[in-house]
């Protein structure tokens, strides 16, 4: 085993665990006092968004690997994430050297003491710019872009309930470091991620999907995001149509699916299923043709789940 | 529930303990931005060298608490531990907001987001005070003192392994706000928790012992800390009746009991039971009327346990 150690994101790596890994690996390697000798990897192919952010920067993808031990490595690094159905294949054969994350945190133990910082903050790449700071090493301008990118990409432009009141100063600062400007670039970056016409009804419906069990429901939520709204509902027929075969696949109660508009962060909800009266009552709107406006929505995980959560358990 | 945060080491607590959850309690409270209202509450009696820190610092033990719901609160801050069944009865009922600690993460787990900091240095207490120079915030004398304490305690005035390069330097600047002389008043401070001669044979083995399965063996393995060996040793007869004992009843194939010399950072090992051959190997030494002298040991984690585990395991 060689002394390296491997830093990584999640699995189906979004731009926040490509950017706060690959901005973590530079900075452990280049600390003043205590420097690793480390390597970015990722855990899977980056998506499009992620994709736009590396040719804007001139960065290359991570080499992508699915074992630790199969790289003669026995000890890694974990960013924007900690449980370990999340991390690399064989994470409970090595060891945790620490963890950089804004997540919960579950299903995750060490046998030893490591280092471990989780912040409630917009994204794994606010923390990671931190501690830049705190250990006084400069940060080179891709680097600065892939923060940036990661906290873009996890807040849509710091719009989401997500955002940690420090993180509007943090994509300040790396906008300047990385020399854009954050709106427009912010917004380019997650047009890149919205390109869905390439994708199928049944691809669409599975982008961002996950299932929850609402008081004995069996409930899928899907989330898309797009620039218009319309595009997506354009092709509702064949949508539902997509959706009722998933759910019959599934033995799914509802599924419930969430077009989200980043320009004007707001949503519409489409809902296909036997409680299409709960979710009428949990928003406050009536559905006509299967769907309804929700104004001001953007995050799955504060402002759709919580919400169905409640009015399913009535 | 009233907005009130409760900070607290773990059950039993140590001076490290105190420390750590004392001093972070009034960085909570004194932070220029984000200042939380929170009070340090102990989930235990303070030990004697405890009692000597708080006595020589003028600070006065935080409350007992056993439950956070029956002091109104639900949410809380842990210092110097993370697992569950070291922390407050309701522990799983309550929000966990932030944690400090610089021991391996297991059995815990939280609902959301949360701040965390764990590294592996030789005190929770080292953390507390570089976050206090990270938030820009004064220490007074007396959590200086408090923080010092808990880092002398926990590394025997920076002997034991466990110490970290880095401790040395947080000892020296904590030393000189607390306004004490850090090798005098370490010693006299690790002394006061040696006063072993108001202890019975029986309380004696049970200050500081943990069960231990080595290979299939059960085996205890307990720790004092003196000044002098040899007042324990005097004991002996008496220490092994009291260990036979103890055996018996608890079915152990051996106990291990190490008397630590503060001073010298030295120990005397005792050993009773079937497998004297292999502590013999473990530590390369010979048993003499069932003990041997183990140069440069004072830690049961580092110089002790992983010995036995191996021989044990041949």
Redesign the interface.
Known sequence: MSDKILVFGHQKPDTDAIGSSYGFSYLSNHRPVGALNTEVVALGEPNEETQFVLDYFGVKMPRIVTSAKEEGVDTVILTDHNEFQQSISDIEDVTIFGVVD???????????????????VGSASSIVYRKFL?AGVEIPKEIAGLLLSGLISDTLLLKSPTTHPTDFKVAEDLAKIAGVNLEEYGMAMLKAGTNLDSKSADELIDIDAKTFELNGSKVRIAQVNTVDINDVLGRLTDVKEAIKSYMTAGGFDDFVFMITDIVNSNSEIVEIGSHADKVEAAFHFSLEDDHAFLAGAVSRKKQVVPQLTEEFSK
Do not use: I, K, Q, S
């Not at 804004?102 to 409630?120: I, S």
């Open positions: 804004h997540h919960r945190v579950a299903n995750f133990n060490t046998a030893a003491p490591l280092f471990m910082t989780v912040e409630p705190e």
